[in-house]
């Protein structure tokens, strides 16, 4: 893993089991289950849907709360969220929900990573 950022992941399951056993396999942070933090967190982030992924840079300034659509389409070259990456990820976005009639929900998990 690359030492320039962290990964924390925050859960959204329902119970303690739930969580062990999905963490039980990843290399990052995490807060703890039941972390009353999670809820300011998805509020500070707007989380509309999970899973999610907000980049925070090191100054503590949101670099982008797209991190996921980023990494969809561009991979490992969305890394460093540049300003270039982000404006794509929009306008594919906005040009995609032109043509959505009606929306859907995704089961999953809320994440943040923070580039230093």
Same mark, same amino acid.
């Given at each position: 893993?690359?030492?320039?950022? /962290?990964? &924390?992941?925050?859960?959204? @399951? %329902? @119970? ?12 990052? !942070? ?5 972390? /009353?933090?999670?809820?300011? !967190?998805?509020?500070?982030?707007? &989380? %509309? ?13 949101? !670099?982008?709360?797209?991190? %996921?659509?980023? !990494? ?6 969305? #890394?460093?969220?540049?300003? /270039?990456?982000?404006? @794509? ?14 929306? #859907? ?8 990573? %923070?580039?230093?």
């Amino acid at each position: 893993m690359d030492s320039s950022f /962290e990964v &924390v992941f925050i859960s959204s @399951d %329902r @119970d303690q089991d739930s969580f062990e056993e999905f963490f039980s396999g990843m290399p990052w !942070l995490a807060l703890p289950f039941g972390d /009353e933090r999670r809820k300011s !967190l998805s509020r500070t982030f707007r &989380v %509309r849907g999970i899973p999610s992924l907000v980049a925070i840079g090191p100054t503590g300034r949101t !670099l982008t709360k797209d991190a %996921r659509n980023l !990494l969809t389409i561009h991979g490992a070259d969305a #890394y460093p969220f540049g300003e /270039e990456r982000t404006k @794509d990820v929009h306008w594919r976005i906005s040009r995609k929900t032109k043509n959505m009639m009606e929306g #859907y929900a995704c089961d999953g998990e809320v994440w943040l990573v %923070r580039a230093d």
